[in-house]
Structures are given as C-alpha cells and as structure tokens.
C-alpha cells in the first residue's frame, strides 16, 4: 500500500516549493494529495501561478482526510503570503500538530517552518532550518544553515533552491533511501555547471 501525503496550498504560496515535492513524490510512488485552504480549489502562487488543487480543505474534512491517522505526511509550502496563510488556519494547525504528535512526517519549507511550525510548538527541542533570516522568529529550537535539515519525524528547508533535496530528503524519510537515490538519479540531482 503506498504511503499517502498531503500538500497544502494556500493563497501566496511559492510554487516551486509545492509542485516539486508533489512531482518527486509521485515519481516515487507516494499516494500525494493537495488541499486548497479557502471555498475554491484553484490557489494563486506568489508569482501569479494558478494551481486546481485535488479538493479544498472541507472537501477533505468530508472524506476523514482532517484525521491524521489517515495521512503518513504533511507537507507544508513556503511563500511568506502562503505561510501566514497556512498559520491562519486553525484546522491545518489542528492536523499538523496531531501528525507531529503521532510520529509521523512533517515537512516545511521556506517561511513555513517559522511562520507555522514553531507557533504549533512542533519544533519546540527541534534543529531545523528556514528561509535566511527568519529563524530569529523561533525560539527553543536549534537553527542550522544547512538546505535541509531533518530531525526525528520533522523535515525543514530553506527555499525554492533547495525544494528539490526538500523533496529528496521526503522520499528518503517516507519512502526508502534506496527509492530516493533512484528519483535523485532521474531528475538528475545534484548536476551543477560550471
């Protein structure tokens, strides 16, 4: 049975923050799921990037989706609108907390590990890594520079730079380090020019 995922999207989010974990993940077999905070399931991205998520957020409730038994991960976009935007939500806290609480993933990029996590308390103890500058809004966790950084069940990283090791680091938590190799191999990972 595949592991089963959810991305949310809201309002300003950073498009290359949530498509490329999606795209990664499916490639890797993961059962992914996007959810639209608000009444539409059409979300603009911080750069005018319409995307149609799979349902909205009641449309998820509806189906148990708001249970964090039924998830294996939640991923959690970046974008500062985005972020501020998923913090306003009491019920992706509410889910976002419950997975955490359960031992199982959760994965934030950008803003969203400081705008987010820290006020749900998820990286209370934690190491973890942000978008530059923004780890002076958290505290009790231990920031490092790194572009991914995991701890436990909690997978932070920086920005739409590092969204590709983000989605890598995801697969080899969620999935298998062997499963991550293979998708790092076939997007073509880590290729640099010079």
Known sequence: MP?????????????????????????????????????????????????????????????????AGFWDAVILPGGGAGAKNLAASGETGALVRAVAASGKLVAAICASPAVVLAPLGVLEGRKFTCYPGMEKEVSGAAWAPDPVVADGNIITSRGAGTAGAFALAVIGKLVSEAEKKKIAGQVVAGFQTT
């Open 3 to 67: 592991k089963k995922a959810i991305v949310f999207l809201a309002e300003g989010f950073e498009e290359v923050e949530a498509v490329t974990p999606v795209d990664y993940l499916r490639r890797a077999g993961v059962d992914v799921t996007t959810a639209a905070l608000g009444g539409s399931r059409t979300v603009r991205g911080a750069h005018g990037m319409e995307i149609n998520a799979d349902l909205t957020f009641a449309e998820l409730s509806k189906k148990g989706g708001a249970d």
